[in-house]
């Protein structure tokens, strides 16, 4: 009996490669949430901050500082998430 080959994959390693870069073109991970990360001055993350808590409102896009770290030279590194839609 004779064994089939195997079929090519070139086709299905061009259609991942698409999926793959229309992913990360998005930025918009599995759970949903859009993500942002700033490293700045700690009043201008504060500013940040404010200005991206008005922009989206905490009730409506669930906005919140997910991440945060200070850096050498009073520099704030901070990952802010939302929703990208109040529906």
């Known amino acids: 009996m004779r064994v ?4 090519p ?4 390693k ?3 490669e ?4 229309q992913a990360e073109g998005a930025r918009l991970p599995r759970d949903g949430f859009v993500r942002e990360t700033f490293s700045l001055p700690r009043e201008a ?5 404010r200005e991206w808590l008005e922009r989206w409102p905490k009730q409506a896009y669930w906005t919140e500082i997910e991440s945060w770290a200070e850096r050498p030279g009073n520099v704030i590194e901070f990952t802010m998430r939302r929703l990208p839609s109040a529906d």
């Not at 089939?4 to 079929?7: E, F, L, S, V, Y």
């Not at 994959?9 to 299905?12: D, W, Y």
């Open 18 to 21: 698409k999926k793959r870069a």
């Open 9 to 12: 994959l070139e086709g299905l």
């Open 4 to 7: 089939p080959a195997k079929p």
């Open 45 to 49: 993350a504060r500013a940040k901050a």
């Open 14 to 16: 061009r259609t991942l």
